[in-house]
């Protein structure tokens, strides 16, 4: 069988602009998907990498596929097309074959409570601390928060951590993500902080994606989450013991990951790549799934970072019409 598939390109900028090891993020562009088929079931996809090498592949890719693509066409392409445009059509087919969306049992779940980024940028980070403290403690939930680190020297943001650690209550969490930006000798002043305070949730990629062995040799000391190394080496998704940071709109057929948590699968967190409201609602119910498992923990959806507006719509026809 053959579908009918249509693209649109979108381009947006962060409500903030997000400040990391590796650089800054201000704006998301790529693709949304529209598939249909004989039987008149419809699948929404979006294909949006982060990195501009892989936005050129996603691009060249689009270009090159038909506007009546078979199935087999689509199939085989997943698995040799870069990441980003794997889950596109993956998350599309995903929901003609009403494997996920509104016409399964479940519908597309809500998302849970998310662990606050701190942005560094309006007001100072502690600032910015106090404030999540206050407003957590009114709403009578556990607070999670995550830390970019790796920006600043070593020792400035070790006192920063002493600071942050004084001001959050002692059910709270508290998650660092180097980005990849450190060397191991970095890496392990750290240590002694991790095995001190047991609000230290992980320590997110602290080393390259190309030092397995540092990160190896870390995480049998503290708990170390991966997340630039899934997507370098997908591999690691069946090997790595410790928490994974995933990104489904980044990683691939999302057909994988939901099946993952369906059989409960542990240590897995959802972790946003700031989609627009169609790769949100995957998102959205990975997360909740990843609840129900045997290590539920907060997701990283990163509230307020998007902008507003139909974009952003639970609703795939809103969004699609958006651009």
Known sequence: MSFCLQKKPFTFRLSRKLNTSQGFIEKKRGWLIYLKGSTGNIGWGEVSPMQLSELKLCEEVLDELSANPSRQEL?????????????G?????????EIIGCKTNEGWLKGPPSARLLTQTKNSLLEEVDCLVKHFARSNQQLTVKWKVGIKSNSHEKTLLKQILERLPANAHLRLDANGGWNRDQAKKWIPNFLEDPRLEWLEQPLSTKDFEGLLELSEQIPIALDESLVANPSLR???????????????????ILHELKKGVGYRVLSTAFETGIGKRWLNHLAALQQQGPTPTAPGLAPGWCPKGPLFSPNPELVWSAV
């Open 89 to 97: 059509i993956g998350a599309a087919l995903a929901e003609y074959d």
């Open 238 to 256: 069946e090997h790595w013991k410790g928490w994974q940071v995933r990104r489904p709109v980044l990683e691939g057929d999302p057909r994988n």
């Open 75 to 87: 199939e085989d392409g997943i698995i040799n097309w870069p990441q980003a445009m794997s889950f």
